[in-house]
């Protein structure tokens, strides 16, 4: 099992940058596929971005495109969710997540493990 830990949300103007890291205990950490999601006011969870264990294979939903990146690096336990350009609608709670998979592909549902989650606001 690992535990996840999100860092580094905060207050952004529009147009503005947010580095995001998802940080997670364990030995296990290469054996996860990670997901990142966002719960805007009033909505519902969704996927916005996924990588594979390996780094390899990375998802992302539309609406960021272009926009967010994720990586990772299994050597500090960590995942990197980056996200530029920030509008008003990428506004919410963002959580990391995981879920043990060791196939090549990202995984789009069924996560299992989640952290505690960091809040985004967006100014204008």
């Known amino acids: 099992q690992v535990q996840l830990v999100e860092s580094g949300g905060g207050l952004v103007q529009a147009g503005g940058s947010l580095r995001v890291s998802c940080e997670a205990s364990?030995?296990?950490?290469?054996?996860?596929?990670m997901g990142w999601f966002r719960q805007a006011p009033g909505n519902d969870r969704e996927l916005v971005a996924a990588i594979s264990w390996s780094g390899r294979s990375t998802y992302y939903e539309d609406s960021v495109k272009g926009r967010f990146t994720i990586s990772r690096d299994n050597a500090k336990n960590t995942v990197y969710p980056q996200m530029y350009s920030l509008k008003a609608d990428d506004a919410g709670i963002y959580y990391c997540?995981?879920?043990?998979?060791?196939?090549?592909?990202?995984?789009?549902?069924?996560?299992?493990?989640w952290g505690q989650g960091t809040q985004v606001t967006v100014s204008s």
């Open positions: 997540a995981a879920r043990e998979y060791t196939g090549e592909g990202t995984v789009l549902k069924g996560y299992e493990i």
């Open positions: 364990g030995r296990a950490f290469s054996s996860y596929a």
